[in-house]
């Protein structure tokens, strides 16, 4: 049974930081890229960043040299370390596990909040 399970998500103030972690299992961890989602009400979920199995990272633009994404294949768990964070990041945020071409495996999600 594959579980990825997102944490670290709450409250946050403009200009604060947050730092979410996916702690995954069930699956060869090292063979899969992560991915970080989020969604806010009433809008389509959007792609933030992604880490491949060898560690290259790519970054939507809202986000490039706000956000982090990192692994760490011998513990099985990817972070997203959010800084200067926005009113606009406010979003339930998702892990995703993705393997060429159609293995696909997605988190609860975590809530990220921010607000004066």
Known sequence: QVQLVESGGGLA???????????????????YAMRWYRQAPGEERELVAIIAPGGTE????????????????????ATLQMNSLKPGDT????????????????????????SS
């Not at 403009?14 to 961890?29: K, N, T, W």
């Not at 339930?92 to 696909?104: K, L």
């Open 91 to 114: 979003a339930m945020y998702y892990c995703s596990a993705y393997r060429f071409p159609e293995d696909i495996h997605w988190g609860q999600g975590t809530q990220v909040t921010v």
């Open 58 to 77: 790519s970054y939507i633009d809202s986000v490039k040299g706000r956000f982090t994404i990192s692994r760490d294949n011998a513990k099985n768990t």
């Open 13 to 31: 103030q403009p200009g604060g930081s947050l730092r979410l972690s996916c702690a995954v299992s069930g699956l060869s961890f090292s063979n």
